[in-house]
């Protein structure tokens, strides 16, 4: 019978020494040089910040912090960063290599989790690129919502034009929510050294998408 990884990530924005390649770039409705140099002293900061932040959407610039899976019914695993956030390659190849093992002979298991298609898969295979990491073909390196092999409980629901949050999701099907956190929280935890909560946060997320998936099995979905 076909496995089901069920997986999911919690990722970090870029080492700050991404802000030092930055050059901030104010509206273009602010052309004047006075203008522009009032925007940057007033926003400036901001601005750096928020990009810096958005690059825990980018595999090509963020990091992995935590990985955790399950397969069927078993005990949830998992893998996290060091708090020097050195050791990512070796942090990802050794929970690759342990899902592997795990799953043995079956290696075209299920994939399932809350938008896997869409971000946990795709920011995976850009880290194993950049970090020089083999990426196994039993993740799908390209990797749709329609395959047979996907199991995306966010597209199940919804639909591949529309979105439902995983809360949300837990919420209407009677599923105790999160507790309070969220993924934009992870890396305000991260910087308090909270890193137990990211590890808990993550296998928590796996919990919760392997009670949806069987709750849609059980519907026949």
Not at 55 to 72: H, L, R
Not at 175 to 181: A, D, P, Q, T
Request: with cysteine; proline share 5%.
């Amino acid at each position: 019978m076909k496995p089901t990884l069920y997986l999911d990530i919690e990722t970090l924005p870029a080492p700050e020494s991404f802000l030092d390649g930055i050059e901030i770039r104010p509206p273009a409705t602010h052309k004047k040089p006075e203008s522009i140099a009032a925007w940057i002293a007033e926003n400036g900061d901001k601005w750096m910040a928020e990009q810096h932040r958005k690059t825990s959407f980018d595999g090509g610039y963020g990091q992995i912090c935590q990985i955790s899976w399950a397969i069927d019914d078993g005990e949830i695993d998992g893998a996290a960063l060091g708090p020097d956030r050195a050791n990512e390659r070796d942090m990802l190849f050794g929970a690759l290599d342990a899902i592997e093992s795990q799953l043995g002979h079956a290696n075209n298991p299920y994939l399932c989790g809350h938008f896997i298609s869409g971000f946990d898969l795709k920011f995976i295979k850009h880290r194993c690129i950049v970090l020089g990491v083999k990426y196994p073909q039993w993740l799908l390196p390209n990797a749709k919502p329609w395959d047979d092999s996907i199991r995306d409980t966010m597209i199940l629901w919804a639909g591949a034009r529309d979105t439902i949050s995983l809360d949300n999701l837990c919420q209407i099907l009677g599923i105790e929510g999160k507790g309070g956190m969220d993924g934009s929280m992870v890396y305000d935890a991260w910087l308090a050294g909270e890193h137990a909560k990211i590890t808990a946060y993550c296998a928590d997320d796996v919990a919760k998408v392997r009670t949806i998936n069987e709750i849609f099995l059980k519907a026949g979905i």
